[in-house]
T-cell receptor
Framework: DAGITQSPRHKVTETGTPVTLRCHQT?????MYWYRQDPGHGLRLIHY???????DKGEVSDGYSVSRSKTEDFLLTLESATSSQTSVYFC??????????FGPGTRLTVT | GNSVTQMEGPVTLSEEAFLTINCTYT??????LFWYVQYPGEGLQLLLK?????DKGSNKGFEATYRKETTSFHLEKGSVQVSDSAVYFC??????????FGAGTQVVVTP
């Protein structure tokens, strides 16, 4: 199994509060991704990173920001959580041959 | 832009039945194609891949052939087991940071 972990695994938060999700890898891969998974929508890319301090937006980036200060860590921040951001969030790493490996996910509920 | 279309589920079948999940794609270049599987409460796992036309990916009894002429990558398994019950995602990628997933097909195998 690819060495990728996510924390927390579950979180309940209130509307308007900031939330940060963490993705940690032990594989030293350059590319890292954040997705959200919602019924009927499959997986949608939020942001991705192609190196330390190098990030780019995906198709559903509004309301989210990311940071990558170390190769192994990729943080996703919801600046002011809304109920529409209730979802399951997955981090993925890419091994250089277009293969992505996913973390176990974080289930976020915004009340 | 690139897109992936896969058959809607759920697909319900009996143990030892033959499974086919259809997947078609649109892409401007020559993408790599993937099948991922997601078991309840887990992240996606790479099941198989193919990187060029006529390649066949295979793993755990599952197979899929990259058909450029029909832009398809259908997943097949000759004899399913209850343990194959999961959601299956078809995906493509033709460059860094550009991964497109289908909506997923739930497969339910009954004893």
């Amino acid at each position: 199994d690819a060495g990728i972990t996510q924390s927390p695994r579950h979180k309940v938060t209130e509307t308007g509060t900031p939330v940060t999700l963490r993705c940690h890898q032990t594989e030293n891969h350059r590319y890292m991704y954040w997705y959200r998974q919602d019924p009927g929508h499959g997986l949608r890319l939020i942001h991705y990173s192609y190196g330390v301090k190098d990030t780019d937006k995906g198709e559903v980036s509004d309301g989210y920001s990311v940071s990558r200060s170390k190769t192994e860590d990729f943080l996703l921040t919801l600046e002011s959580a809304t109920s529409s951001q209730t979802s399951v969030y997955f981090c993925a790493i890419e091994n250089g041959t277009y293969e992505q490996y996913f973390g176990p996910g974080t289930r976020l509920t915004v009340t | 832009g690139n897109s992936v279309t896969q058959m809607e589920g759920p697909v319900t079948l009996s143990e030892e039945a033959f499974l086919t999940i259809n997947c078609t794609y649109t892409a401007t270049g020559y993408p790599s194609l993937f099948w991922y599987v997601q078991y309840p409460g887990e992240g996606l796992q790479l099941l198989l891949k193919a990187t060029k036309a006529d390649d066949k990916g295979s793993n755990k009894g599952f197979e899929a052939t990259y058909r450029k002429e029909t832009t398809s990558f259908h997943l097949e398994k000759g004899s399913v087991q209850v343990s194959d019950s999961a959601v299956y995602f078809c995906a493509l990628s033709d460059s860094w940071g550009k991964f497109q997933f289908g909506a997923g097909t739930q497969v339910v195998v009954t004893p």
